[in-house]
């Protein structure tokens, strides 16, 4: 019989609505996995232990007096530190916001909330979502669950990490270039960057608007359906949410992919990605022949601009969005004499170097002078892009590649060259750019144990279909996550 | 190629960042690199991108009642009387 922190969030809301496990026995073993991992791999920046414990009592108590159970009754869920939850601290991994309180809640957190998911506390992430690897966070190093001598990924490091050690059975990030699938595939668990507009980002703390989404990571691909169906849908208060109402993405997703045109990119170079991950992606894509997809070679010439575009649109959108932390309404604010002193001193000592190098790249690339030289021309060569793969899903109705081009990268391994650390974002900024929406699915392990992951992308709002073929792959694939902890005197038992 | 150490300064003040001496040759060399990088976008076909503009708010337009004013205020480093206090914009003596 497993534990309860071992269930997934489907089983988890099942069972508790049926009423044969408490929304309190499951967020107890889930506190009491949280305490043996938590040591190991840092994923959190607090945990709500009280809150949670009263949370899934009164949850109890509403659901014996006969009220009707939510989809995600009793699912222990933890949040990225960028989605606001009214009354608690939002740090965003910055010193420069230490002491924030937010608020009020985020839309898409209001809706986990009313559908009875119960919140285990804010996790670690790279300072203002700026990273891959989560060390860019000014308060924690967050540890990868399989091997804790490597990094988590990132953005999102610390929710990912909390699902794969089993802490929570989702964890909520945000996605800009890459910021949930990256993580999620490098702790080998499952990780959704939905369609642009279709989460709503009321309470998200922005980074680059024309990218940033809300995104789910789960231990399975019906879990993550499960969450973005809770999630997704028009929002009043945020006017980039698309009109489209949401949808239960778990209805066809046991469909397969029989008759799916499934596009392998020509411009993906085995040559560029890691030698086991080079036979994991041969791999996969014969795995998802044999499942029934029909494969077909597409082209986009412009793939290989993807980095280069997304780092002038996201740090020039950044460059405006950080405008605001300015130590005059909220946040850490330095002594000063002068208004000016006070911007200047506030966010020099506030921000840490990721940000600060975004900042100036953005700014740079809008500057006079050099304004068409960088950003005209990212947009011109994103609007070739866009063309291109329009003209492929003309021909497939789903483009797949790596996730990511190796396994988990050590700690401290490309925290001084900032270009290397930017590479790994190589499949994941292209969606991001296109606002399409795709799964991270883990595809195997490499040489080491360490998971990789496919990226499976579909068309604006076509989640459906997608979640369908991770589905599938995650049928044919078997993968069990049951992370080593490696590195640690005494490993915690894994998931039975 | 790195930035010039002027470049740098005058990206910074933009930013309204002030950087330490080591942070401006670090990141002469680190933004160097990384434009170097951008360059290659010169290579690739471009087409010109439908004109910005934002989004049409697909939600009605209708006023709702916000936050009281107390909850911000609570954010806020330096406060009086409902509003927020900073320093003189014309320096010391003025705040």
Redesign the interface.
């Known amino acids: 019989m497993p534990e309860p922190w071992e269930l997934g969030a489907e089983e988890i809301a099942q069972r508790v609505a049926a009423r044969e496990l408490s929304a309190a026995e499951v967020v107890a073993s889930a506190l009491d996995r949280t305490a043996r991992v938590e040591p190991l791999v840092a994923a959190y920046l607090a945990v709500y232990d009280e809150e949670a414990r009263a949370a899934a009592a009164e949850l109890d108590s509403r659901l014996a007096a006969g009220e009707p159970a939510g989809r995600l009754a009793g699912v222990p869920i933890v949040l990225k530190d960028n989605l606001s939850l009214a009354g608690k601290p939002l740090t965003c991994g910055s010193k420069i916001l230490a002491g924030y309180v937010a608020p009020y809640t985020a839309t898409a957190v209001e809706r986990l909330l009313a559908e009875g998911a119960v919140v285990l506390g804010r996790a670690n992430m790279d300072e203002f979502a700026m990273g891959s690897s989560t060390e860019n966070s000014a308060y924690a190093k967050t540890r990868n669950p399989w091997d804790l001598a490597r990094v988590p990924g990132g953005s999102s490091g610390g929710p990912a990490a909390a699902v794969a050690a089993g802490s929570a059975a989702l964890g909520f990030g945000s996605d800009t270039g890459g910021s949930v699938r990256q993580p999620a595939a490098l702790c080998g668990v499952v990780g959704v960057k939905p369609t642009w507009g279709r989460v709503s980002r009321y309470g998200l703390v922005a980074f680059a608007s024309s990218t940033d989404q809300i995104g789910p990571v789960a231990r399975g691909v019906r879990d993550a359906a499960l969450a973005l169906s809770v999630v997704a849908g028009p929002d009043p208060r945020d006017s980039t949410c698309a009109a489209r109402p949401g949808e239960d993405y778990l209805a066809g997703i046991e469909e397969g992919v029989r008759g799916l045109r499934v596009g392998i990119l020509r411009e993906v170079d085995p040559g560029a990605l890691a030698p086991a991950a080079q036979r994991n992606w041969s791999a996969s894509l014969e795995l998802l022949a044999r499942a029934g997809a029909e494969p077909v070679e597409v082209s986009v010439p412009s793939l290989g601009a993807a980095i280069a575009v997304y780092y002038v649109i996201a740090t020039s959108e950044a460059s405006a969005n950080l405008a605001r932390f300015d130590g005059v309404r909220y946040g850490r604010r330095a002594e000063a004499e002068s208004l000016l002193d006070l911007y200047l001193r506030s966010r020099s000592e506030g921000f840490g170097a990721e940000v600060k190098r975004r900042i100036m790249l953005g700014t740079f690339a809008l500057s006079s002078g050099y304004y068409e030289a960088y950003y005209g021309r990212a947009r011109g060569v994103l609007e070739g892009m866009r063309r291109q793969v329009e003209a492929a899903f003309q021909e497939v109705d789903l483009l797949v590649t790596p996730t990511a081009p190796g396994g988990a990268f050590a700690l401290g391994e490309k925290v001084d060259d900032p270009l290397a650390m930017y590479l790994s974002d190589i499949f994941t900024t292209p969606a991001s750019l296109l606002g399409l929406p795709a799964v991270a699915v883990p595809s195997g392990a490499d040489d080491e144990g360490l998971p990789l992951s496919l990226q499976i992308m579909g068309r604006p709002f076509d989640e459906a279909t997608v979640f369908r073929a991770a589905r599938a792959f995650e049928r044919e694939a078997g993968w069990r996550v049951a992370p080593a902890f490696r590195g640690a005197e005494a490993a915690p038992a894994p998931a039975g | 190629m790195p930035l010039t150490l002027d470049e740098?300064r005058k990206?910074?003040s933009?930013?309204?960042?002030?950087?330490s001496p080591e942070?401006e040759s670090?990141?002469a060399g680190?933004?160097g690199?990384?434009?170097d990088?951008?360059g290659?976008?010169?290579h690739?076909?471009?087409?010109?991108?439908?004109p910005?503009a934002a989004?049409a708010?697909?939600?009605?337009d209708?006023p709702q009642p916000s936050?009281p004013r107390e909850?911000?205020l609570?954010?806020?480093?330096?406060a009086l009387d409902g509003l927020?206090l900073?320093?003189?914009?014309?320096?010391?003596g003025d705040?």
């Open positions: 740098v990206i910074a933009l930013a309204r960042l002030r950087l942070e670090l990141f680190q933004l690199a990384i434009v990088y951008i290659q976008l010169a690739y076909e471009t087409i010109d991108p439908p910005a989004p708010p697909e939600a009605a209708i936050l909850l911000f609570a954010n806020a480093p330096s927020l900073v320093p003189g914009v014309m320096g010391s705040a």
